[in-house]
């Protein structure tokens, strides 16, 4: 998008969340739980029959793959069908003041129980040093959007997604960047609360808290400010 048409776009939002308010209420934690749990087996699945493109791969490949077999889920299993419609990759969507109208998230769950215009967004990022895709650029180009109202402004919520290929964990890499982050003044990615453990930790989920600065536009049917966005994280060795 050319600088000259980055502008608000007060009309857009206002369109957008007609009759809500915003932040939109907080999605269940069983069903984020669920939801992460799902995210897990769909990649075990192409992990044992793409093996290769899931090891080496772009990002862009193994996300389209995760997609396919999200979706392919909805007609297998009957309860992730109750819980989700539909799984998009790479669906255009608004920044908080409309200001970019093209943003593309990596997978956008559409719930069954939720708006359609504010799904639950899903960044994915891989985790390599050795190909100089690290933590940093993880929270630079994945948590650093939903902290700036790029992604999932609309609600409290999101996922990362980390394609691990160098041995590296949440515990032992992420959370330790993220406290010399909040150590920061102000904190680096707003962080609030470093990531903890969610459920039985089989599925190697946990989630981190993080303050969103920015405001809604006067005109859209919202509060002014979003509050703090809880960030799913899911490390995918």
Known sequence: MRAASIRPRA??????TRGLALPLPEVPALHLEIIGESLFRAFGDIRSTASATVGTGTEAEVTALL?????????????????VLCVARGKESLSFDGSHLEKRPDLSIYLSNRHRGFPLVAEAKIIDTTAAKSEALYCDNGIRRFVDGEYAWGSREAFMIAYVRDGSSI???LTPFLAKARAQRPPGYLVEDLPANVGSGSAGIAMSRHGRDFAYPPSSAADARPGPISVWHLWLA
């Open 11 to 16: 009309d857009q939002v206002a369109e957008l």
């Open 67 to 83: 997609e396919a077999r999200l979706n392919a889920m909805i007609d297998d299993d009957p309860f992730w069908r109750q819980l």
């Open 171 to 173: 515990g032992a890499t």
